[in-house]
């Protein structure tokens, strides 16, 4: 049964994870939302338990059906030093790029910069803040540049995989009411842009995650320490085409542009340390 699973279609052995996945996630997600009257204590506890549902789920399957006892590793997901130096290394690039943004913005009088309300609250925010970027960072690099490339590549060619695994991301990060999802389009060119950065980060250093989730985590940190810790203030005049929907960097002209230098780069580097023609 298993060695079948094993050699069935991509679209198969997906479904048949994501089942199991959730047979064992919601029961206790039922209890969860029952008992937890906070809503947002009640979606860090629901994100948490899938988290911990589907690190546990991946470390089952590949040994079931694959007969890899360390199939996180093979994902790219391991602790070394060599990997917490390429996170640490994507996290400043990625939260320096956010930083040359609003820069870039405050130059041309889309916005101006904004003292924070006192050093203690800039450190609580920028501490929450790292936090939210580590966790979205391995979350979703372990989902997307992990078990769905390699299941991807698993049966495709690295080229189909690359792209469908920057769009499955994109899309799954569109799941909203239709208004949302056409007032906010001007984003999903910009997720698409991310995931293709991702996945050759990844290749860029041989198959480790360390740097994709620096990068992403880097990005996410950025974010959040100029917008939750209110560092700026948008000025009326700041053409929404360039600056972002909602003022997020994905959903603007510049943002786009600056994962597209990133995305380019990575992409050169990649073509000239190997033979590959992604």
């Not at 997307?144 to 469908?164: N, T, V």
């Not at 910009?190 to 198959?207: E, S």
């Not at 620096?214 to 917008?227: D, F, K, N, R």
């Amino acid at each position: 049964m298993l060695k079948r699973l094993a050699n069935a279609p991509f679209p198969l052995r997906v479904g048949a994870f994501l089942v199991g996945l959730a047979l064992i996630w919601l029961p206790l997600a039922s209890v969860l939302i029952w008992s937890i009257q906070n809503s947002n204590t009640e979606s860090i506890a629901l994100m948490a338990w899938l988290l911990v549902a589907f690190v546990g789920g991946l470390i089952v399957w590949g040994r079931w059906l694959y007969g890899s006892h360390h199939i996180l590793r093979q994902y790219g997901l391991t602790v070394s030093q060599r990997q917490i130096r390429e996170c640490i290394a994507g996290l400043v690039i990625g939260t320096l790029s956010v930083i040359l943004m609003a820069a870039i913005q405050s130059a041309f009088g889309w916005l101006v910069w904004v003292n924070p309300v006192s050093s203690l609250q800039l450190m609580r925010v920028g501490l929450e803040g790292l936090l939210v970027a580590i966790a979205v960072g391995i979350g979703e690099e372990l989902v997307f540049r992990g078990w769905l490339l390699d299941e991807l590549e698993r049966d495709y060619s690295l080229m189909i995989s690359l792209w469908a695994s920057s769009a499955t991301f994109a899309v799954l990060h569109f799941i909203k009411p239709w208004s949302e999802v056409v007032r906010t389009f001007p984003q999903f060119p910009g997720l698409i842009v991310l995931g293709l950065l991702l996945v050759w980060t990844k290749r860029l250093h041989q198959g480790r995650l360390g740097a994709a989730v620096g990068l992403h985590g880097g990005l996410v940190w950025g974010y959040y320490l100029i917008q939750v810790g209110q560092l700026v203030r948008y000025q009326q005049t700041a053409p929404e085409l360039w600056s972002g929907v909602d003022q997020n960097p994905l959903a603007g002209g510049l943002g786009l542009l600056m994962l597209g230098a990133l995305a380019g780069a990575t992409r050169w580097r990649l073509l000239r340390s190997r033979s590959i023609s992604l």
